[in-house]
T-cell receptor, first 109, second 117 residues
Framework: GQNIDQPTEMTATEGAIVQINCTYQ??????LFWYQQHAGEAPTFLSY??LDGLEEKGRFSSFLSRSKGYSYLLLKELQMKDSASYLC??????????WGAGTKLIIKP | DTGVSQDPRHKITKRGQNVTFRCDPI?????LYWYRQTLGQGPEFLTY????????KSRLLSDRFSAERPKGSFSTLEIQRTEQGDSAMYLC???????????????FGPGTRLLVL
């Protein structure tokens, strides 16, 4: 079967750095996405990785290792507004998105 | 506003009633997806369209669910004889797929929150 694993919940302090991990087992791989979802709202696109390595976008970076079936989302200089769920999704060989359950990130002052 | 829009944003209905939701995608997008999401879970794929053609429907989707995209623009999702288990957020997303392939990013609408009493 296809599976995406993420921690259920993480807590971090305002101004700090946090790394949210995602491991996947899918039938094929055609890219990995990270989305942010605030409570009661729709997911919004954060980043896309299809090749190994690090993609940086401001305070957010995403890393991919295809051989390990592993990705992480790195958030720097955390702000209270970063409190949200972070969803990892992998596009499989049929070009369907397989979604993780999301990691709820709690930021404390 | 040129994002994905959904209507209504909230719907409360009684068990056994039919409900219909509408999604208007980003205008130049040719793909439209419907998902269902419950608390603490990621989006669950329901179905998707390429232009007006419905290309895939989840095997988990019962016959009470039907979706249309008659002119390749807006789409409707109908749930017949609603059950309490249908209570969820229904998300619509759209994307642009080109013949050259590459990154296809889905952009989501605000969702329709359904409560079946």
């Amino acid at each position: 079967g296809q599976n995406i694993d993420q921690p259920t919940e993480m807590t971090a302090t305002e101004g700090a750095i946090v790394q949210i991990n995602c491991t996947y087992q899918t039938s094929g791989f055609n890219g990995l996405f990270w989305y942010q979802q605030h409570a009661g709202e729709a997911p919004t696109f954060l980043s896309y990785n299809v090749l190994d390595g690090l993609e940086e976008k401001g305070r957010f970076s995403s890393f991919l290792s295809r051989s390990k079936g592993y990705s992480y989302l790195l958030l720097k200089e955390l702000q209270m507004k970063d409190s949200a769920s972070y969803l990892c999704a992998v596009r499989d060989s049929n070009y369907q998105l397989i979604w993780g359950a999301g990691t709820k990130l709690i930021i404390k002052p | 506003d040129t994002g994905v829009s959904q209507d209504p944003r909230h719907k409360i209905t009684k068990r056994g009633q039919n409900v219909t939701f509408r999604c208007d995608p980003i205008s130049e997008h040719n793909r439209l997806y419907w998902y269902r999401q419950t608390l603490g879970q990621g989006p669950e794929f329901l179905t998707y369209f390429q232009n007006e053609a419905q290309l895939e429907k989840s095997r988990l989707l019962s016959d009470r669910f039907s979706a249309e995209r008659p002119k390749g623009s807006f789409s409707t999702l109908e749930i017949q004889r609603t059950e309490q288990g249908d209570s969820a957020m229904y998300l619509c997303a759209s994307s642009l797929v080109t013949s050259g392939g590459g990154q296809e990013t889905q952009y989501f609408g605000p969702g329709t929150r359904l409560l079946v009493l």
